[in-house]
């Protein structure tokens, strides 16, 4: 029997039944803790504030500016405040505390008594930080840009309808999941190999703001240079 042949007999043995039933449990659980969660308010604060100031924009200066401008300003809040603040800091306080909530609030144990694996605890875990990370923030940017072009009336929508906007927002959507699982792959990793992941996260804060005037070889190994070539 080749290899291959071993491989795919191993596969089809595989309980996947079960385990799909064990995660999506898993997911439950873990998607009303983090969007019902008090602590979790202010990743709804990061998801959202800008929707907040655009639409404030939008009020204040309904008579005054341009598409182009606006677009541009779009284009700023993505890049320097989701990507680089928002998106980083939500992933860090989400995945973060998917297994590290559970130790302090002694609860942790409770999937341990039941017959789960590790492997597929770990994976239910990290969809449902997943899932929340991308509804929050794939939700904010949304709506950032459909605020954004609201005022415009019928230029706002044929400039997404019919130009380059609906292909900007499906990018910056595309970006947003991308960032999700980058940032919450590391900061999963760091809440399990780390008592403190905080101090490591700022190192990883770091390195990916400076990495940027570094070489492009040195580029390579940070998540910004990635989402950069997507955007």
């Given amino acids: 029997m080749t290899r291959l042949a071993r491989l795919r007999t191993t ?9 799909t039933r064990q995660i999506a449990a898993v997911l ?6 983090n969007f ?7 990743i709804y604060l990061l998801a959202f504030a800008p929707v907040v100031i655009i639409t404030l924009h939008a009020i204040i200066d309904r008579h005054s500016g341009s598409m182009r401008e606006d677009t541009e300003v779009l284009a700023g809040i993505f890049q320097f405040f989701y990507l680089r603040l928002g998106i980083f800091f939500g992933c860090l306080g989400i995945f ?9 609030e002694k609860s942790l144990h409770y999937y341990f008594l039941a017959p789960v694996k590790r492997e597929v605890l770990l994976l239910g875990k990290f969809v449902g930080g997943l899932v929340t990370s991308v509804t929050l923030f794939g ?9 954004m072009y609201l005022r415009f009336g019928d230029a706002g929508q044929y400039y997404i309808f019919n130009g380059p906007g609906m292909g900007q927002l499906l990018a910056y959507l595309g970006v947003t999941v991308l960032a999700c699982i980058g940032y919450g792959s590391v900061f999963l990793a760091l809440s399990l190999l780390f008592k403190n992941p905080v101090i490591p996260a700022i190192l990883v804060l770091g390195w990916e703001t400076f990495t940027p005037v570094l070489p492009s070889l040195v580029q390579r190994f940070s998540i910004t240079y990635y989402l950069k070539q997507r955007n």
């Fill in 11 to 19: 596969l089809a043995e595989q309980p996947w039944e079960l385990w």
């Fill in 28 to 33: 439950r659980m873990d998607l009303r803790k």
């Fill in 36 to 42: 019902l969660s008090r602590r979790g308010i202010w």
């Fill in 96 to 104: 973060t505390w998917l297994f590290r909530g559970e130790i302090i």
């Fill in 139 to 147: 939700l904010g940017v949304f709506a950032s840009f459909a605020m």
